[in-house]
């Protein structure tokens, strides 16, 4: 049992928005914020609406789906939701001057004992608990997308995140019904790592027309047992947060693996960014 009743989400994306529901669900008390005014207000609804579809598919009754709804509350003031806050998690864009900045404002507004984490995919977690005057409480929670699917979160610790700390965390991330893995501050992490360079390659083998974008994401479905090939996972993602997490580990590994390929490159430039903006690699009827 986790003894963390009561979480801030700071940013109100896709991510966030799953992030709070994952845990009102789990009977946390959540407030969800986000700077831009509005914005924590208007997921409400993307929630609810993935709590109907727990509904309809039998994973969830009626009576959960309102007690989940109820616990969380959306608003505009971040520092007012950190405040009351067991554990604090971020889930702002994927730019390391913006988080460290979000982290010392909420770091003042916390109670002393609040964990303080980030979502980040593939930043520094040393990096943004550096700017703060107690980095011992500071680590990184990686969700995955779409959260309330998704079972695994990477729990980020950093040289000097406390052993306590780290355990209060993975308590957390259990009671939440998904699987925590313990991974050292690295750039990409375990899970980024990985998958970005995957999904890079088969960027390139569609740049370079090895085969088509459903015939490459088949090969792994169907030849190694993905769940979701490369490509449609990175629409998934975001191509977006896709290239941001390629230039960042290309800038700090500097392997050529990580360059990011220019078809990437091309399709964010021209707004195509994935499924939220309703065409990447694929065209989707829903964003």
């Given at each position: 049992m986790?003894?963390?009743?009561?979480?801030?989400?700071?940013?109100?994306?896709?991510?966030?928005?799953?992030i709070a529901q994952a845990a009102a669900q789990a009977g946390c008390r959540v407030r969800l914020a986000d700077a831009v005014r509005g914005a924590a207000a208007a997921a409400l609804p993307r929630i609810r609406r993935n709590l109907d579809g727990a509904v309809e598919r039998g994973k969830l009754d009626a009576a959960g789906r309102e007690a989940a709804l109820a616990l969380i509350e959306a608003g505009d003031d971040v520092e007012g939701a950190a405040r009351l806050?067991?554990?604090?998690?971020?889930?702002?864009?994927?730019?390391?001057?913006?988080?460290?900045?979000?982290?010392?404002?909420?770091?003042?507004?916390?109670?002393?004992?609040?964990?303080?984490?980030?979502?980040?995919s593939s930043l520094s977690i040393a990096a943004i608990a550096g700017v703060t005057q107690r980095p011992e409480r500071v680590l990184g929670l990686h969700f995955f997308n779409p959260v309330h699917v998704m079972k695994l979160v990477e729990v980020v610790v950093h040289g000097g995140t406390a052993d306590a700390v780290r355990e209060r965390a993975v308590r957390f991330v259990g009671s939440l019904g998904k699987e925590p893995i313990v991974v050292r501050d690295a750039p990409g992490f375990a899970s980024s790592r990985l998958g970005v360079t995957l999904g890079l390659e088969a960027m390139r083998m569609l740049e370079s027309g090895v085969a088509s974008a459903e015939d490459i994401d088949k090969a792994m479905t169907l030849g190694y047992g993905h769940p979701m090939g490369p490509l449609r996972l990175s629409d998934l993602v975001g191509l977006d947060v896709r290239?941001?997490?390629?230039?960042?580990?290309?800038?700090?590994?500097?392997?050529?693996?990580?360059?990011?390929?220019?078809?990437?490159?091309?399709?964010?430039?021209?707004?195509?960014?994935g499924r939220k903006t309703g065409q990447g690699f694929y065209a989707w009827t829903e964003p």
């Open positions: 986790s003894d963390i009743r009561s979480v801030a989400v700071i940013g109100a994306g896709t991510m966030g928005r799953g806050a067991d554990l604090v998690i971020e889930a702002i864009p994927e730019q390391l001057p913006l988080k460290q900045d979000l982290f010392r404002r909420i770091e003042a507004a916390a109670p002393p004992d609040a964990i303080l984490a980030s979502n980040t290239l941001a997490i390629a230039e960042h580990l290309h800038a700090t590994l500097g392997e050529p693996q990580y360059a990011p390929p220019a078809i990437l490159r091309d399709l964010v430039a021209r707004g195509r960014l």
